[in-house]
């Protein structure tokens, strides 16, 4: 099993800095890695797909980069609405299995 | 729109059985691989289950295999999970979610349902 750690696990800013999360595989998953957003109270919303793309109507302030074991996303300047949970999820090749990351919460 | 509705959590004792059902709207449910993934209590996201967009291919996180077991009715556009012999550790918010691509087995899902509640206790 493909095991996913996440750092740090609290990361505490302030509105306009800028954000640097990090997620590292236990072995390759290429780029084969998405990125999650979860506020308190609500389901889970994807904001990157295949390491480096933006999901549809995610800002432009949140990109992902990386490939093989270690990746990172990046919010260039935090926003108010910013302020939550973030989860990394990859998928091995085959048989297709999932695992997430622990999290990391951005905080104020 | 995309709308995933879970259904059927409750409170169950061990060893007991629930089944969720996932009603999907919004999109051409028959095309895409459907997912349950778990959240207990003030913990991460687990991943639970996938089912292929053809019911074909199917596979567990281990923490579920042999108890649990996803099927989906394209007929009626449901995503289903029947779970047997239930533990206190399966207590959790468990959410369907859709695959992002047609066809495949897509890295990631871009919508979720709300979740619905089981809790497994005596």
């Known amino acids: 099993e493909i095991v996913l750690t996440q750092s740090p696990a609290t990361l505490s800013l302030s509105p306009g800095e800028r954000a640097t999360l990090s997620c590292r595989a236990s072995?390759?998953?290429?780029?084969?890695l998405a990125w999650y957003q979860q506020k308190p109270g609500q389901s889970p919303r994807l904001l990157i797909y295949?390491?480096?793309n933006r999901a549809t109507g995610i800002p432009a302030r949140f990109s992902g980069s990386g490939s093989g074991t270690d990746f990172t996303l990046t919010i260039s300047s935090l926003e108010p609405e910013d302020f939550a949970v973030y989860y990394c999820?990859?998928?091995?090749?085959?048989?297709?299995?999932?695992?997430f990351g622990p999290g990391t919460k951005v905080d104020v | 729109q995309v709308q995933l509705v879970e259904s059927g959590g409750g409170v169950v004792q061990p060893g007991g059985s629930l089944r969720l059902s996932c009603a999907a709207s919004g999109f051409t449910f028959r095309s895409y691989g459907m997912h349950w993934v778990r959240q207990a209590p003030g913990k991460g996201l687990e991943w639970v289950a996938v089912?292929?967009?053809?019911?074909?291919?199917?596979f567990y996180g281990d923490s579920v295999k042999g108890r649990f077991t996803i099927s989906r009715d394209s007929s009626k556009d449901t995503l289903n999970l029947q779970m047997n012999s239930l533990r206190t550790e399966d207590t959790a918010v468990y959410y369907c979610?859709?695959?992002?691509?047609?066809?495949?087995?897509?890295?990631?899902?871009?919508?979720w349902g709300q979740g619905t509640m089981v809790t497994v206790s005596s």
């Open positions: 979610a859709k695959g992002r691509t047609q066809y495949d087995s897509a890295v990631a899902f871009d919508f």
């Open positions: 999820q990859q998928r091995s090749d085959w048989p297709p299995l999932f695992t």
């Open positions: 089912i292929s967009y053809d019911g074909t291919n199917i």
């Open positions: 295949d390491a480096s």
């Open positions: 072995q390759s998953v290429g780029s084969y």
